[in-house]
């Protein structure tokens, strides 16, 4: 079983050019979300959806755009990538309901230039 | 959605038990605590999660008072391998989407 995958691992990109990070789970989980994590820090969630075709703001989504037009895919758009978005992102999805586990993908690695 | 409280960093030694304690002053009616566990480069992992006394499973205990306004994670006999971040959470069972806050964690450092 799969879980959430998260692609690609680690990525390096030059400040301006934009890129999408890639989650898939194969869990049938209706809830999605993404999240940054800065060196030593928590996590901060930019953007989550409660189901197909669903997207909301979390706590930092500005740069970066979302959609989901599937129950299984939940991408995550940087539309012109700086400095300060040089962070590990990951991917969780969950059941319903603020206390159902979150499922996290193994993160993705990104250094902007 | 509740604040929690719970310390930077904690030094254990193998074998000794571990309890990290979380404060969360404005828990309400229908929140749960839920604890996650994360290594290094990798993402969170859920280990336990409680609403009131206590809850075991092969990994942890979770002790919850009766005024719910603290939890106390406990990890028995800890290894090397348990060296990692945990977190502590509290969210409503009909939280709005995953608008979960993971802050800081804690920092537990399991040394031979």
């Known amino acids: 079983n799969a879980g959430v995958t998260q692609t690609p691992k680690f990525q390096v990109l030059k400040t301006g050019q934009s890129m999408t990070l890639q989650c898939a789970q194969d869990?049938?989980?209706?809830?999605m979300s993404w999240y940054r994590q800065d060196p030593g820090m928590g996590l901060r969630l930019i953007h989550y959806?409660?189901?197909?075709?669903?997207?909301d703001q979390g706590e930092v989504p500005n740069g970066y755009n979302v959609s989901r037009s599937t129950t299984e895919d939940f991408p995550l758009r940087l539309l012109s990538a700086a400095p300060s978005q040089t962070s590990v992102y990951f991917c969780?999805?969950?059941?319903?309901?603020?206390?159902?586990?979150?499922?996290f993908g193994d993160g993705t690695r990104l250094s902007i230039l | 959605l509740a604040k929690t409280t719970q310390p930077v960093s904690m030094d254990s030694y193998e074998g000794q038990e571990v309890n990290i304690t979380c404060s969360h002053n404005?828990?309400?009616?229908?929140?749960?605590i839920t604890w996650y566990q994360q290594f290094p480069s990798q993402g969170p992992r859920f280990i336990i999660q409680?609403?009131?006394t206590k809850v075991t499973n092969e990994v942890a205990s979770l002790f919850i008072p009766a005024d719910r306004k603290s939890s106390t994670l406990s990890l028995p006999r800890v290894s090397l391998s348990d060296t990692a971040v945990y977190y502590c959470?509290?969210?409503?069972?009909?939280?709005?989407?995953?608008?979960?806050?993971f802050g800081g964690g804690t920092r537990v450092l399991v040394k031979p």
């Open positions: 969780a999805s969950s059941e319903p309901g603020g206390n159902q586990p979150q499922h």
């Open positions: 869990m049938n989980h209706e809830y």
């Open positions: 959806s409660v189901g197909a075709g669903i997207t």
């Open positions: 404005n828990i309400a009616t229908n929140d749960y």
């Open positions: 409680g609403y009131k």
């Open positions: 959470l509290v969210a409503a069972i009909k939280a709005a989407g995953n608008k979960l806050t």
